[in-house]
């Protein structure tokens, strides 16, 4: 059973930091593109960053040179630095991988940003 397993989500105030890790399986993290979503409430789920197995990451206009997205093939786990937060930051967080037409997603983890 595949499972991404995702921490690092809180509350922290505007201009702080925080940084999600996603964890998974070598199958499926040294194939996959891995990717970090976001849905607040009220609003459809957005994609935040991905970045393919080779390494290539691609981000939202909303948070680029805020966010920066990685992953450490030791650790089979993909992380989400972000800093200068807003709180139109605010939501809950998913961890996704995907290869093809096969689509594998985290719990969620919630991010509020607030004063």
């Known amino acids: 059973q595949v499972q991404l397993l995702e921490s690092g989500g809180g509350l922290v105030q505007p201009g702080g930091s925080l940084r999600l890790s996603c964890a998974t399986s070598?199958?499926?993290?040294?194939?996959?593109?891995m990717g970090w979503y976001r849905q607040a409430p009220g609003k459809q789920r957005e994609l935040v960053a991905t970045?393919?197995?080779?390494?290539?990451?691609n981000y939202a206009d909303s948070v680029k040179g805020r966010f920066t997205i990685s992953r450490d093939y030791a650790k089979n786990t993909v992380y989400l630095q972000m800093n200068s937060l807003k709180p139109e930051d605010t939501a809950v967080y998913y961890c996704?991988?995907?290869?093809?037409?096969?689509?594998?997603w985290g719990q969620g983890t919630q991010v509020t940003v607030s004063s």
């Open positions: 996704n991988a995907e290869l093809r037409f096969t689509t594998y």
């Open positions: 070598r199958s499926i993290f040294s194939i996959y593109t």
């Open positions: 970045i393919t197995g080779g390494g290539a990451p």
